[in-house]
């Protein structure tokens, strides 16, 4: 069976962002598995009943997504609310959806507390970023799927034609 690709919804050119925005990513590589039946797009705060838009959310304390859902970080609004539960249950409907689809890899638009792969930002709403990864992607990675961000896309491309070249014909 042909491994998919769960991909951020913003990716996809859904305006689900926080500010209501999308920020589609246009690459060859995309176009082929789209046509291919390959992407599975998910915005995993969405899917957890987020509006859109909504607040700027960052994990507090310069936490990370694994320190979310061990319970040792929350995620909070820059309003002050706290939507811990809300991101923890995001994370969990996206590996939900990554199994149920087989999905053995995932595009993630870096930077969000949800979806950030290399960064997220530090807690603190002022632009700063910090080495991490946000909680659906300390999810996915968990469970054994490839994480890329989208300035890994190359990689990605690498990653999945070389799994397709070894697969049984």
């Known amino acids: 069976m042909t491994a998919r690709i769960l991909v951020s919804a913003c990716l996809m050119g859904h305006a689900v962002r926080y500010d209501g925005a999308a920020k589609p990513l246009r690459h ?6 789209r046509q291919e039946g390959r992407l599975v797009a998910i915005c995993p705060e969405m899917s957890a009943g987020m509006p859109v838009p909504r ?57 969000s507390p949800s979806c950030g792969s290399g960064f997220i930002y530090d807690g603190r709403f002022t632009g700063t970023r910090v080495a991490g990864e946000g909680a659906t992607a300390a999810l996915l990675r968990a469970n054994g799927i490839a994480v890329y961000s989208e300035r890994e896309i190359e990689a ?13 014909t």
Do not use: M, Q, Y
Not at 28 to 33: F, Q
Not at 90 to 109: D, G, K, P, S, V
Not at 156 to 168: I, Q, R, T
């Open 28 to 33: 060859p590589a995309i176009d082929r598995w």
């Open 55 to 111: 607040p700027p959310a960052e994990i507090e304390g310069g936490g990370t997504g694994a320190d979310v859902l061990a319970g040792k970080a929350r995620v909070l609004e820059k309003t002050g609310g706290d939507v811990t539960a809300e991101f923890r249950h995001a994370a969990e409907n996206a590996l939900a959806l990554a199994r149920e689809t087989n999905c053995r890899f995932a595009l993630l638009i870096d930077g």
């Open 156 to 168: 990605l491309v690498a990653s999945v034609d070389g799994e397709a070249a070894k697969a049984p």
